[in-house]
């Protein structure tokens, strides 16, 4: 069996959600989730396979859920299911450790075959994120912006903090530190933490 935790703030799309699930012979809905941190407590507590997640909900949103899970090292397979698009919950979201990114528009068997590849723990993106994404690695390095968490790492990397006092202050893995560093290296086009916080300051990145 494949255990399933869903979260999302509409009762009518969560019940919705599970109920279609839960028609799967393979599939169990162990738990819903009305919020990100609700989200984060239920999977420490259930040990689900995979959580289908909602990328906004008030009182604590997916992407934040996510890091969070990856702090405390919960195993749980992250599946996005939300109606936003854009590049930056789509980055946001991956970056944070989320497995697969599908939109509310899916067809059932697409969600359906997308949460059996998540808790396979293989990659899955709808179409439209995909070609996102693609645009976003195909951008010239050097005219990239950093995004918000990039930029973050960097003003740690400034102040003299180690990968792991990073990863320690915002509850991230030390292996996603690293990832981030290097998405600040090729951006800025350097290769090493002085040429970065050097390229920080020269370009006001760094104040």
């Known amino acids: 069996m494949i255990r399933i935790l869903v979260a999302d703030d509409h009762p009518v799309v969560r019940d919705g959600v599970s109920a279609m699930l ?9 738990g819903q989730a009305d919020s990100g941190p609700a989200a984060v407590e239920l999977a420490a507590a259930l040990d689900p396979d995979v959580v289908v997640m909602d990328l906004r909900m008030p009182g604590g ?3 934040d859920a996510v890091r969070v899970m990856q702090a405390r090292g919960l195993r749980a397979a992250v599946l996005v299911l939300t109606t936003f698009d854009t590049d930056a919950d789509t980055m946001a979201a991956i970056e944070a450790g989320a497995t697969g990114y599908l939109l509310k528009d899916a067809p059932a068997a697409t969600v359906v075959a997308a949460v059996r590849s998540t808790a396979a723990g293989e990659t899955v ?3 439209t994120v995909a070609t996102r994404l693609a645009s976003h690695v195909r951008r010239p ?7 918000a968490r ?3 790492v960097l003003v740690l990397v400034a102040r003299g903090n180690s990968n792991r006092a990073i990863a320690k202050e915002l509850f991230v893995s030390e292996a996603t530190v690293k990832t981030h560093l290097g998405h600040v290296y090729e951006k800025l086009g350097v290769a090493d933490r002085a040429a970065a ?11």
């Not at 839960?22 to 162990?30: G, H, I, K, L, N």
């Not at 390095?141 to 995004?147: D, E, K, Q, T």
């Not at 916080?197 to 370009?203: F, I, K, P, Q």
């Open 22 to 30: 839960s028609a799967v012979a393979d599939f169990e809905v162990v």
């Open 61 to 63: 949103g997916g992407v």
């Open 141 to 147: 390095a050097r005219s990239a912006a950093l995004s």
């Open 197 to 207: 916080v050097a390229a920080g300051y020269e370009r006001g990145i760094l104040g």
């Open 150 to 152: 990039e930029r973050e």
């Open 125 to 127: 993106l709808s179409p």
